[in-house]
């Protein structure tokens, strides 16, 4: 993140609560910059317009509503907060003392996934009718359980872990949803707080139905390879097929005899989403113009995922929008 935010401004401070670990990331960013501990010690040793927040989830809301009531303006990584709760207390409290606020979903913003959203167009494949993103990844690798991440409270849940990007991508593909029901698979990892194989079916203004089918133990996908949506449109469809170096992207229309078919290198699918994030919101700070995402986009999207919980939690009750 520091990289992207030295094209578009100036790093006057980093805050790390392993004192060590701000040094470092200074250091390799080549700045000479104070550092801190404690992040109330950097809002108020002042020389700030805004703070990029990169923390763990459950800190998220703490510091954003600091940040607020010093008056910085805040961006601040996904998923927003752990609960919608704490979303709502973020919202007031930038809306309150007049500061911007936008929440880093990438994946919309990835050139892959939003030539999907571009594909949906009237003129092309039309609106999407139904999705379904089946992740089932090997997530051993990352070390979760029984650290911060296997504890939704701290978390989010398991769809703060695996999911909430291809959730958030969701409403940019089809809408505002209307319904939600889900399910909890039986639980294979016991250093989860949670269960980590769930099953969540989303329902859209549009009519559109969008599924996500999650499970953390699935040895033959990593991460990377687990995320491909399929998705029905009106005249068509399309299907993402992701792997460690590229993204493929393959779409046909009803009245054509063969599919499209685009290639996204991995090494270049990154780069443009966080500049078009960062830069959107310096833009939006300095200039007042229009982002590409605020806060209530944030806000929707953990209300997504506390939504698909509660019915989960419940046998599979649907659970109707808004939470809020």
Known sequence: MGRYLLEVGRISSICDIQEE????????????????SDYRALI????????????????????ACAAAAAGLHIFCEKAMAV???????????????????????????RPSWSRMVDLTDEAMLGEPVAITVTQYGDMRSYGYPDTWWANPKLSGGPYAVFGVHVIDWFRAMCGEPVSVSASYGPQIEKGYG??????ATYRFESGALATINTSFMYPLHCFREAQGPMVQCRYGGLKLVPKMEKLDLYWQRLDEDEPHHETFPIDAD?????????GDFVRWVTEGAEPCLTWKDGLRCVEMME????????????????LV
């Open 21 to 36: 670990r701000a040094r470092e990331t200074a250091k390799a960013l080549g700045l000479d910059v104070p550092v801190y």
């Open 44 to 63: 108020t040793a002042g020389d700030l317009d805004a703070v990029a927040i990169t923390a763990a989830n459950f800190v998220h809301c703490q510091i």
């Open 83 to 109: 609960n919608v709760a704490e979303c709502r207390q973020m919202a007031e409290a930038a809306q309150q003392h007049d500061v911007k606020m936008l929440i880093g979903h990438k994946r919309r913003l």
């Open 194 to 199: 949670y269960p980590d194989v769930s099953h």
């Open 270 to 278: 990154f780069d443009p989403a966080y500049r078009r994030e960062v």
């Open 307 to 322: 939504a698909a919980y509660r019915s989960a939690e419940s046998g599979g009750e649907v659970v109707r929008f808004p």
